[in-house]
């Protein structure tokens, strides 16, 4: 028969291997989740650092739109205010007018690239400029088929300038805010 000490040690030998098994398992299962855990700590990283420059592109995108749309009617007040003035004190020519009339359509294009990253409030007050731009072209316009019937008061630079400085306010406004976010959020 097998002696005391053969079962004793087959009973040790076999305890320890149980035991380094379920240790093992442990072990492997412990790791597992670690490593399930760090993937998903890394998506979660890497889907916030995409989002994060999605946000960068689309502010990148509107800042980039908004000033342009500011340049462009800072420039289209400038043309239309002079094109009024030349026309109170003398005539305008059809070249004059057409070029003038260019500024209405860049100004135009520029609002309907930048309405998408405005409220309607706010696109509102560029549409008010932009009619006060349109009304502005029908002076222009008679000045050049009657320039001795016009008169300076039609072209109501009160109201004109009050339009422009609203539109500029509101404009400058929004672009300050995304880059002071952007500024605050790299610092």
């Known amino acids: ?107 135009e294009r520029a609002m309907d690239r930048a309405a998408v990253f405005l409220s309607d409030e706010q696109h509102e007050i560029l549409l008010e400029a932009f009619n006060k731009i349109h009304d502005t072209n029908s002076f222009l316009h008679r000045k050049v088929d009657n320039p001795k019937q016009s008169d300076y008061s039609e072209f109501g630079l009160s109201e004109y300038n009050d339009r422009f400085n609203t539109a500029e306010e509101m404009l400058k406004e929004e672009i300050r805010g995304p880059i002071e976010a952007l500024h605050c959020s790299r610092y």
């Open 1 to 107: 028969m097998v002696s005391d000490t053969v079962i004793g040690a087959v009973i040790g030998v076999s305890g320890a291997i149980i035991g380094s098994l379920v240790t093992g398992a442990f072990n492997w299962l412990s790791t597992r989740q670690r490593m399930e855990a760090e993937r998903e700590n890394l998506r979660i990283r890497q889907q916030a650092e995409t989002e994060r420059r999605r946000g960068e592109y689309y502010l990148q995108q509107k800042v980039e739109a908004l000033m342009s749309l500011y340049a462009i009617l800072e420039e289209t007040r400038r043309e239309y205010k002079k094109t009024a003035d030349k026309a109170v004190y003398g005539e305008i020519s059809q070249e004059e007018y057409d070029d003038v009339i260019d500024w209405y359509h860049k100004y």
